[in-house]
């Protein structure tokens, strides 16, 4: 017998009419005979993007193609965003093993928990640490609050006991992990992208104005041409996307209306 889900799921297929041309956009990305691979999508909230992202979703799923979808409103660094992505696409059929990205995150791991035994900061610090928000100052958007609120003496006592047990590039890798780690996870996309589509679909961009540098520079260039990005936000993309992807043809934008 069939779980409410799976009835739910039914219904909500049943449900979905009136978005012909955007379903239509989307199967010619996964069909290859679209010449982008870039779908940013924009309209005022409540008309129905995240909606049709879950359709989109539920497209992938009926055809077998991994998909990620990243809720921008709650996603709080880098680094959880690129978690989400591999545990999403380890989760789904088929599944991908990022090996690449649980590798440097489990270095990473291996540091923070060596480092927070060994320096005897409180608790609250090493939360801090975790979500990205300290040390890392200048890499971090709003780091310089944090590394106000943890105090100039508690920061130097993390410093000193990172560069006392650990070589320099871990503790450049341990202050900056973001770069390390989103290269392992393109290494990751790339390999499965070579053969066969990928969907990494972000929601509510507008919430994400901290990473589109992220999505623009270091995410979607480097990425094969088979792994599909698609964007949704209130807001029209930054003029720095459209010249950035336009003359390759790899991006198209859809206004979106009721």
């Known amino acids: 017998m069939p779980r409410k889900k799976e009835l739910l799921e039914r219904k909500l297929k049943t449900f979905f009419v009136g978005r012909e041309s955007e379903l239509s956009l989307f199967q010619g990305m996964l069909e290859c005979t679209a010449d982008f691979s870039l779908l940013f999508i924009w309209g005022m909230g409540g008309i129905g993007k995240s909606t049709l992202l879950k ?14 979808l990243i ?14 992505i591999s545990e999403q696409l380890k989760s789904g059929v088929p599944s991908i093993n990022c090996r690449n990205f649980a590798a440097e995150l489990q270095r990473y791991l291996q540091i923070h928990t060596k480092l927070h035994q060994e320096s005897g900061a409180s608790e609250i610090i090493f939360k801090l640490l975790a979500k990205g928000l300290a040390v890392g100052s200048e890499v971090i958007p709003y780091g310089h609050l944090a590394f ?16 006392r047990l650990f070589t320099k590039p ?20 790339n390999e499965y992208g070579a053969r066969d589509n990928i969907v990494i679909m972000f929601d509510m961009y507008e919430a994400m104005e901290n990473y589109d540098n992220w999505v623009r520079e270091d995410l979607f ?11 949704a936000g209130r807001n029209p ?3 720095e996307m ?16 009721l």
Do not use: H, W
């Not at 359709?55 to 990620?68: L, N, S, Y």
């Not at 106000?148 to 560069?163: D, K, R």
């Open 71 to 84: 809720d921008g409103a709650l996603s709080k660094s880098v680094g959880e965003i690129l978690r989400s």
């Open 237 to 239: 993309p930054l003029r």
């Open 170 to 189: 871990e503790v450049d890798f341990y202050l900056n992990p973001e770069r390390s780690m989103t290269e392992a996870l393109i290494e990751d996309l």
């Open 55 to 68: 359709e989109f979703k539920r497209i992938c799923v009926d055809r077998g193609t991994p998909v990620a």
């Open 242 to 257: 459209v010249s950035m992807v336009t003359p390759y043809e790899n991006c198209r934008i859809t206004p979106f209306y």
């Open 148 to 163: 106000n609120l943890i105090g100039e003496q508690n920061i130097e006592i993390i410093l000193n006991t990172l560069y």
């Open 221 to 231: 260039p480097n990425l094969e041409e088979k792994i599909i990005i698609i964007i």
